[in-house]
């Protein structure tokens, strides 16, 4: 047996630490099984896309930038919801829009369809001389003709 009180005869060097700090800052952390850290493809567009869906008018552009943005997403491999959420917000809103101006179109064309309807009825032909356009009862003689030729 060897004695603790003597030194090393065998020169063998001494085994080294099971583990050493690195001797800078954060070092850093991987886990195996959690996707790299850093910029998603195709985000920070997703992110202008939404944005765009929700102010009215811009609708279209959204649209096309949030397809942008999840095909980069694809491509890289992730997922990007939020360029789906302009994809389904700018939808949704393109048709309420569509919706909104077939209705208003339609009743102005109905309102104009009417006026002419009441200005051959009253005026032309001799009736109460007097027409209700808008709410309001307007004399024959004062009808702007514009308003009929529409």
């Known amino acids: 047996m060897t004695d603790p009180n003597q030194p090393n005869s065998q020169n063998i060097p001494p085994a080294p630490?099971?583990?050493?700090?690195?001797?800078?800052?954060?070092?850093p952390q991987y886990n195996a099984g959690a996707p790299a850290a850093g910029p998603v493809p195709g985000r920070t567009m997703a992110i202008v896309a939404l944005i765009l869906a929700i102010i009215p008018g811009t609708q279209l552009i959204g649209l096309i930038l949030g397809i942008v943005a999840l095909v980069q997403s694809r491509k890289a491999g992730t997922k990007n919801g939020l360029a789906i959420a302009a994809?389904?917000?700018?939808?949704?809103?393109?048709?309420?829009?569509?919706?909104?101006?077939?209705v208003v179109v339609a009743s102005f064309a109905n309102s104009t369809a009417d006026l002419y309807q009441q200005y051959q009825t009253n005026c032309v032909a001799g009736g109460s001389g007097v027409v209700e356009y808008l709410g309001q009862t307007i004399p024959c003689d004062q009808l702007d003709q514009s308003q009929l030729n529409n």
Do not use: C, H
């Open 17 to 27: 630490p099971a583990y050493e700090a690195p001797a800078y800052g954060n070092a």
């Open 87 to 102: 994809i389904i917000v700018s939808i949704v809103l393109m048709i309420i829009a569509i919706i909104i101006i077939v």
